[in-house]
């Protein structure tokens, strides 16, 4: 299978996803927040903040693993994006940093699947254009190099989003596509 189609872009409620394994867009607390981790929290239950709490945080563009609870999925993998500074103080590289930690780890643990949020373009203001683009060069990249996970989502949560996506990821890799063998 070529490793462009272990790739697409969906929307919904990562919360709800039956993937092995979902992405939480983090704080370094991982002691819960809004958004994503707000949902994620809420629909695994009390468990998974009792299991953050042993792990005394993490660092932007890192990435830890927890059970998945009350989750469909069985793992999730908690990764503090950047906040948006204006992209003069490192943004990108973080970003890229948050998806490879992830996928590093998905790997580690043997994930057949693994569905991400778009990290850090909610609270963290990072522009969606711009982090899309971020996103998919090192999801694509690291599919390119390695056979797990084998399944990799985007999980968007609005239309205008899974757009954006899928309008970067024609505009960086189409034309792979049709050479990809
Ligand atoms: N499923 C999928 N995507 C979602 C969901 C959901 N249930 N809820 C929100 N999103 C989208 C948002 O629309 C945004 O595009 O996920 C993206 C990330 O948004 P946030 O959850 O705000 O995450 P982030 O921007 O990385 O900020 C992280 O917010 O919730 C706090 O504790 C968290 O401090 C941390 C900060």
Same mark, same amino acid.
């Given at each position: 299978?070529?490793?462009?189609?272990?790739?697409?872009?969906?929307?919904?409620?990562?919360?709800?996803?039956?993937?092995?394994?979902?992405?939480?867009?983090?704080?370094?607390?991982?002691?819960?927040?809004?958004?994503?981790?707000?949902?994620?929290?809420?629909?695994?239950?009390?468990?998974?903040?009792?299991?953050?709490?042993?792990?005394?945080?993490?660092?932007?563009?890192?990435?830890?693993?927890?059970?998945?609870?009350?989750?469909?999925?069985?793992?999730?993998?908690?990764?503090?994006?950047?906040?948006?500074?204006?992209?003069?103080?490192?943004?990108? !590289? /973080?970003? &890229?940093?948050?998806?490879? $930690? #992830? *996928?590093?780890?998905?790997?580690?643990?043997?994930?057949?699947?693994?569905?991400?949020?778009?990290?850090?373009?909610?609270?963290?203001?990072?522009?969606?254009?711009?982090?899309?683009?971020?996103?998919?060069?090192?999801?694509?990249?690291?599919?390119?190099?390695?056979?797990?996970?084998?399944?990799?989502?985007?999980?968007?949560?609005?239309?205008?989003?899974?757009?954006?996506?899928?309008?970067?990821?024609? !505009? /960086?890799? &189409?034309?792979?596509?049709? $050479? #990809? *063998?």
């Amino acid at each position: 299978m070529c490793f462009m189609d272990r790739f697409s872009i969906v929307i919904g409620d990562i919360a709800q996803s039956d993937a092995e394994c979902i992405v939480n867009a983090a704080n370094c607390s991982l002691l819960g927040g809004s958004g994503v981790d707000g949902a994620i929290h809420h629909a695994a239950g009390p468990e998974l903040l009792a299991e953050c709490r042993t792990l005394g945080g993490c660092e932007t563009g890192q990435a830890k693993i927890t059970r998945g609870y009350n989750l469909k999925a069985k793992y999730v993998i908690h990764t503090p994006g950047p906040v948006w500074q204006g992209g003069g103080a490192g943004e990108a !590289a /973080l970003l &890229a940093s948050c998806y490879r $930690s #992830c *996928l590093r780890l998905a790997e580690q643990y043997n994930v057949a699947s693994i569905d991400f949020p778009s990290i850090s373009t909610g609270v963290f203001g990072y522009p969606l254009p711009q982090a899309a683009s971020v996103a998919l060069h090192a999801i694509m990249s690291f599919l390119n190099e390695h056979d797990h996970p084998q399944y990799v989502r985007m999980v968007c949560h609005s239309q205008n989003a899974a757009d954006i996506y899928r309008y970067t990821w024609n !505009a /960086l890799f &189409a034309d792979d596509k049709s $050479s #990809c *063998l």
